[in-house]
Each structure stands twice: as C-alpha cells, then as structure tokens.
C-alpha cells in the first residue's frame, strides 16, 4: 500500500522497479520443460542413458559388418600376395639353375678336351719309346701287342674320357638335377674302378726287349708321371651343384604348396561362411 492506493499482487508483479539499463518490457513468463526445473547433474545423467540407448539399437550390425569382411578380405589379399610372391621366387630360382646348368654344360665341353689331351700324352709316349725300343732290339711288334701295349697304359686316362661324355650327356638333357639317369649313374659307377686304377697301378712303359718280350719293371721306361684324373673333380663338382639345385626347387615347390593350399582353404571357408549367412 502506498499514498497513490493499493495494489494487487498481479500488479506488483506487472510492474517492475525502474532502474538504469533495466527500461525493456518483461512480458510473461514462458512454459519450461520438466526436465529444465530438474538439476543439472540428473539432466545430465538422463541425456547420456538416452544417447546410450539409442546407439546400442544402432551399432551392433554395423559393428559386426565391419569386424568380419575386412579381417576376411585382408586375409585373403595377404594370402594372394604370398602365392604371388612365392611364384616370382621359383621363377628366379628356375632362370639362376638355368643359367648354372648353361656354364656347367660349357665347363663340360672344357673338361672332355682336358680328359683328351690327358689320354693322348701316355699313348703317344708309349707309340714313341715302343717305336724306339724295337728298332733298337730290331724286332717288329705286331699290332696286337702294340694295342694291349697302349690300352695298359693308357686305362685310367680311357675311363676319364668316358666319365667326361657321360657327364657330358647328363648336362645336355633337358631334366636335368635327376641323379636316377643313366648317364650319371653311369659316371658314378666309374669313379671308384677310375680311382682304384690310379692309386693301385704304375707305369711299367713300352719297352720292348731283344726276344721279343715286353720290359714289365718299368726300369728301362722314361715316361712321365700319370695325371690325376680331371672328370673325377668335375663329377664331385656336379654332383654339389646338382644336390644344390635339387635342394633349393623342392624348397620353393613346398613353399609354393603350401601357399595353395591355404588359399583354397580360405576359399572353402568364405563359401561356406556365405552359405550360412
């Protein structure tokens, strides 16, 4: 109450005290939410249970979409990348074992003239001290002794030259690495009867004496010093390459098979996983 009358309390209410900044009309209040006069750390609480509640209704086939194709499909990618890789590497290994095999063939070509020219020294040493020796005794030598003369002498430098073309043979053929072929076995039959002769036998030359007969003491003889043979090293030297090779393809071969045979594992298992779906 006041000297100008009495007011109600809506007035009281309408009017607001006048005041510096304060000359704007307040008009009535507006309608507020329920969850507005809660306080602020329940309005909190239930904005976050309801976010909650509507992305558990949401991700859960988006989640598991995501979770299984890829791990899948990057699996698969890794699995292609190692056959692929795999691949690339036993071709690398086939064109190394080719150009090996093309430089043993040459070597080959290189030991069979050796294997020649180790042969030919101890005949014609024996043609020429067989020649001097029966003019000297005047006595014709018949070619019968003239060719058991130079086969005796000469047998380990025949068997080299032999062991030489087999070995030959075994690097011209187009499966090569396969120790069951005839050639090497051949060869490797031949290296310990090649080794006995050279250790077991000497030179007893071509002397031929007065009567007629053949001088087996070798005495009276001046020829050289036998050679080892040069196809016995070369055969230890393929047969390293050859075991070498053979060793390193099947360890690409397996390596490659193994690789296969994951891959159609994993493809077996992403059917079946489609037909379940």
Known sequence: Q???????????????????????????????????????????LLSSSIQSCTMTSEEPKSHKWKSTEPKSDKIHEEVVAAMKSVTVTKF????????????????SMGIFLLSIYQYSEPVRECIVEMKSSSKAANVEVSSS??????????????????????LHLFLSMKDFGDFSSKPYFIAASLIPFCLGLFFNTERNGCVIQGDGTIQMDGSLSNMSERQFPVS???????????????????????????VEKLHRGLVQSNKKSKKNK
């Not at 690398?92 to 070597?107: A, I, K």
């Not at 002794?145 to 087999?166: G, K, R, Y």
Request: glycine share 6%; net charge positive; hydrophobic share 40%.
């Open 2 to 44: 006041s000297t100008h009358g009495t007011y109600t309390r809506h007035d009281i209410k309408q009017k607001q005290p006048q005041g510096k900044g304060n000359n704007r009309f307040v008009g009535p209040k507006k309608k507020e939410h329920p969850s507005s006069s809660l306080p602020v750390h329940l309005n909190y």
């Open 92 to 107: 690398r290994t086939e064109q190394l074992h080719e150009n090996w095999r093309s430089h043993l063939f040459r070597l």
């Open 145 to 166: 002794t003239a060719m058991q003369l130079i086969f005796s002498e000469s047998l380990v430098e025949l068997v080299n030259v032999v062991i030489a073309v087999l």
């Open 232 to 258: 016995v090293i070369f055969h230890m030297i393929v047969t390293g390459c050859c075991w070498f090779m053979k060793i390193g393809m099947d360890q690409v071969d397996m390596n490659l098979s193994a």
